[in-house]
């Protein structure tokens, strides 16, 4: 019998600390932005596998040997020299004189229980020591199979079986146990504990001694690894271990997982010697590069332990950019002419109106030729037009790209090659918000960016900095093409 093994258990815990795969651009603000947020974490408690023993001893781990009793040796010493004397002396009995007789029938008992002789004094949780049971048969009978159970804190740790006691004789039995916990620690032996024997004295069958251990805690930051091969708006697993490698139980801590200079606290178990705690978490990064994330157990200090230098462990990963893009393309990306009507040009400088051919010459097969400035609506194919149109609120302009079906309206899904598109700038009668007295610089950045959803691009979900979010204020918003747009145009038209 052993004591029973901590069994596996799960702790399921989603810590949201902001937005992470659902944003839209147009719900982007400045203190929305953030590297990433943890969610799903899962954390483990398992026994360490005896190969993967860290810095410890074999034997603390050996799987079957922690919590029983092993080794056992009896050595019985037959008494029947004693047994002469006490019935010579017996014989010479006297009224003054009064010598207990042995008692007739069985009588096992057990006299003390200890260390043996040369194991240390000064003892470690969960490591393996030697003990010794003095014991013995004082009766006239002998005692056969003789049970000796020995208890841990009052809970059965094995029984051994000692064979046959002889009458009137004593001595020893050796057995090793490594399952001494932090602190105070009570060892008990008793003999006959079924009570099966016909014993005649059951007062004497126990004995029992105090061990007190002491140790230090030391929890290990074991391991901490990234999934591989993400991209932004993914989410990205992590692995980890945390180990007590001390020689005392670590009650319950916590553990902080630092991403891009913000804490996310996690709660850790209790953590016995001899086990580790591994677990995951997922993180959606939003911004592609490289970002290193920490983990720090017992970050505030709460648990002494032997060792604080090996609570810290950081994984660097590396997260690509994703695709923001639209479903449709020009078939002839190459040769895509550009009209200006009349209403354009009569609120826009040509400065500003051309300013879409910074698109051109990017790597991709896109190529907006120079503006036609014309009267009317042109029907050719592979054509952009540029309207004016009276908008409202924030939106600045609009654009609306064509199949052979005519207008698309699931521009994300549908696939149909583009014929055609139409831009909208503003040209609402409230001539304070209209778009064409606002800042050149926002009027070019709003031709940019129409004439990037004119080849199909959409606004990013991700934080990379980028022409094509929408609005106007956030940090990773762009007046001009951005290696994210860049990146989006040549996923579509390289
Ligand atoms: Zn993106
Ligand atoms: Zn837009």
């Known amino acids: 019998m052993r004591m029973k093994k901590i069994t596996a258990f799960v702790l399921s815990i989603s810590l949201l600390l902001g937005n992470t795969t659902t944003l839209i651009a147009s719900e982007l603000h400045e203190d929305t ?46 008494l029947s020299e004693n047994e002469d004397a006490n019935q010579s002396r017996g014989d010479k009995i006297d009224a003054e004189i009064t010598i207990a007789p042995r008692a007739a029938g069985i009588d096992v008992y057990a006299s003390s229980l200890k260390l043996a002789s040369g194991q240390s004094t000064s003892l470690k949780a969960l490591t393996n020591y030697k003990f010794t049971v003095a014991l013995g048969n004082n009766g006239s009978t002998s005692a056969s199979n003789v049970i000796l159970r020995v208890t841990h804190n009052g809970a059965s740790i094995g029984d051994i079986n000692l064979g046959t006691i002889p009458a009137n ?169 550009v009209y200006i009507t009349s209403g354009a040009q009569d609120l826009f400088t040509k400065s500003v109106l051309s300013s879409y051919t910074v698109w051109n010459g990017r790597n991709s097969k896109v190529n907006f030729g120079s503006p036609t400035y014309s009267t009317n609506d042109n029907s050719s194919l592979d054509k952009i037009d540029v309207f004016v149109t009276a908008l409202s609120g924030d939106t600045l302009a609009t654009c609306q790209v064509e199949n052979s079906g005519g207008a698309l309206t699931d521009h994300f899904n549908d696939s149909q090659p583009y014929i055609k598109a139409r831009i909208y700038l503003d040209s609402r009668t409230d001539t304070n918000s209209r778009l064409s007295n606002r800042d050149a610089e926002l009027q070019r950045k709003t031709i940019r960016h129409e004439f990037g959803h004119a ?27 951005a290696a994210h747009d860049e990146h989006n145009m040549n996923a579509k038209y390289k």
């Open 33 to 78: 932005q953030f590297d990433g947020a943890i969610t799903d974490v899962d954390i483990q408690v398992e026994k360490i596998p005896e190969d993967d023993l860290f810095e410890y001893e074999s034997d603390i781990l050996a799987e079957d040997n922690v919590f029983e009793i092993e080794d056992v040796e009896i050595d019985f010493d037959n």
């Open 169 to 337: 004789s004593s001595g020893t039995v050796n057995f090793e146990y490594a399952g001494l916990k932090h602190g105070s620690n009570t060892l008990g032996a008793t003999l006959d504990p079924n009570k099966v024997l016909a014993d005649t004295n059951r007062n004497n069958n126990s004995t029992s001694a105090s061990f007190t251990t002491t140790g230090t805690i030391d929890l290990q930051a074991t391991s901490l690894t990234a999934q591989s091969g993400r991209t932004t708006t993914q989410s990205v697993n992590f692995d980890f271990s945390v180990t007590n490698i001390g020689t005392r139980n670590a009650p319950a801590s916590t553990m902080r997982i630092t991403i891009g200079g913000q804490p996310n606290n996690l709660s850790l178990p209790a953590i016995n010697v001899g086990y580790r705690v591994s677990g995951s978490f997922s993180v959606t990064f939003n911004v592609s590069g490289t970002h290193t994330v920490l983990m720090n157990i017992d970050p505030q200090n709460l648990i002494s332990e032997s060792n604080k230098t090996n609570n810290s462990r950081s994984v660097n990963v590396t997260i690509a950019q994703n695709t923001d893009l639209w479903a449709g393309k020009w078939p002839n990306a190459t040769n895509l002419t």
């Open 455 to 481: 080849i199909g691009l959409a606004h990013p979900t991700c934080l990379d900095p980028a022409l094509m979010h929408q609005g106007t204020s956030n940090s990773y918003n762009r007046t001009t093409i």
